[in-house]
């Protein structure tokens, strides 16, 4: 009898998993019913879900359904495939925020979704079809990112040969990556920043759901990961609104959260017809 115990749990769990994915898949209902559409925020690199908590917190008091997911930061097809599988448990219209490189994750996750209605990036990557992160980034001047990289390998199943993660030295943290923040905040985020696959970094983009989806733009004038320069030439390219934040470093969500909430609610009205 003993080893059957193992086994009905396993089937409990199934059971479970099972209805949780039901009860997610019917999370934004109230969006179907023409209410608030589910905000999707993606992170980047060096980041995590809770540097959206300010932006996440604004749009819950306002009434928009919201979800950040845990953006794996392995490769780009992988990364995209799992936003987008959030995405599809979601009823109703979508908006998809990216920062950094989640922007190119939005990009991708994007396409192809007849209930995203807008994309918005934040200080974030929106390539175009072939390009890379690392290809973007260094097309302009002005990125301090790659002075202050450094990797560690990690095994890959099933090849003899070691990926390798970037992290920003936490040494230069704060001036690099976050420098309108105090450093007591930052010291924080440095220990915690979840590394980018070199890989994914460098990986071609696929066709951009910029054009076929609406796009909405967030410009950090103080950027020292992508240069501001890179962020208009994007925006213009997808046609994206933009609004620029004078000063604001590579987290302008974290440390002008109003703007960045704004440019939402922006591409939510001008998607439901003006609506607010």
Same mark, same amino acid.
């Given at each position: 009898?003993?080893?059957?115990?193992?086994?009905?749990?396993?089937?409990?769990?199934?059971?479970?998993?099972?209805?949780? +994915?039901?009860?997610?898949?019917?999370?934004?209902?109230?969006?179907?019913?023409?209410?608030?559409?589910?905000?999707?925020?993606? $992170?980047?690199?060096?980041? =995590?879900?809770?540097?959206?908590?300010?932006?996440?917190?604004?749009?819950?008091?306002?009434?928009?359904?919201?979800?950040?997911?845990?953006?794996? &930061?392995?490769?780009?097809?992988?990364?995209?495939?799992?936003?987008?599988?959030? /995405?599809?448990? &979601?009823?109703?219209?979508?908006?998809? +925020?990216?920062? @950094?490189?989640?922007?190119? /994750?939005?990009?991708?996750?994007?396409?192809?979704?007849?209930?995203?209605?807008?994309?918005?990036? +934040?200080?974030?990557?929106?390539?175009?079809?072939?390009? @890379?992160?690392?290809?973007?980034?260094?097309?302009?001047?002005? @990125?301090?990112?790659?002075?202050?990289?450094?990797?560690?390998?990690?095994?890959?199943?099933?090849?003899?040969?070691?990926?390798? =993660?970037?992290?920003?030295?936490?040494?230069?943290?704060?001036?690099?990556?976050?420098?309108?923040?105090?450093?007591?905040?930052?010291?924080?985020?440095?220990?915690?920043?979840?590394?980018?696959?070199?890989?994914?970094?460098?990986?071609?983009?696929?066709?951009?759901?910029?054009?076929? /989806?609406?796009?909405?733009?967030?410009?950090?004038?103080?950027?020292? +990961?992508?240069?501001?320069?890179?962020?208009?030439?994007?925006?213009?390219?997808?046609?994206?609104?933009?609004?620029?934040?004078?000063?604001?470093? $590579?987290?302008?969500?974290?440390? $002008?959260?109003?703007?960045?909430?704004?440019?939402?609610?922006?591409?939510?009205?001008?998607?439901?017809?003006?609506?607010?």
């Amino acid at each position: 009898m003993v080893p059957e115990v193992p086994s009905r749990r396993l089937v409990l769990g199934g059971a479970l998993a099972a209805g949780a +994915v039901t009860a997610l898949g019917a999370a934004a209902p109230a969006s179907a019913t023409g209410a608030r559409p589910t905000v999707v925020l993606v $992170h980047g690199v060096f980041a =995590d879900a809770s540097g959206w908590n300010a932006v996440t917190a604004r749009l819950l008091d306002a009434g928009y359904p919201v979800i950040a997911p845990a953006n794996p &930061l392995r490769d780009l097809a992988g990364d995209s495939a799992y936003v987008r599988s959030v /995405v599809d448990t &979601l009823t109703g219209p979508v908006i998809l +925020v990216g920062h @950094s490189y989640g922007g190119e /994750v939005i990009t991708n996750a994007g396409r192809g979704n007849a209930n995203v209605k807008a994309l918005v990036y +934040v200080a974030a990557f929106a390539p175009d079809e072939g390009e @890379s992160a690392l290809q973007l980034a260094g097309r302009f001047p002005g @990125s301090q990112l790659e002075a202050a990289l450094v990797g560690r390998p990690y095994p890959v199943p099933g090849s003899p040969d070691p990926g390798l =993660d970037g992290y920003i030295d936490p040494a230069k943290f704060h001036d690099v990556f976050a420098q309108d923040l105090p450093r007591s905040t930052t010291r924080l985020m440095a220990t915690a920043q979840r590394p980018g696959s070199v890989g994914g970094l460098s990986a071609p983009s696929g066709v951009p759901a910029w054009r076929s /989806v609406p796009s909405w733009y967030v410009v950090a004038t103080a950027d020292r +990961v992508i240069p501001p320069a890179a962020q208009r030439f994007m925006a213009e390219r997808a046609g994206s609104r933009t609004v620029e934040v004078r000063g604001a470093s $590579h987290v302008v969500m974290m440390s $002008h959260p109003d703007a960045v909430v704004r440019q939402i609610r922006a591409a939510d009205r001008a998607t439901r017809g003006g609506r607010s």
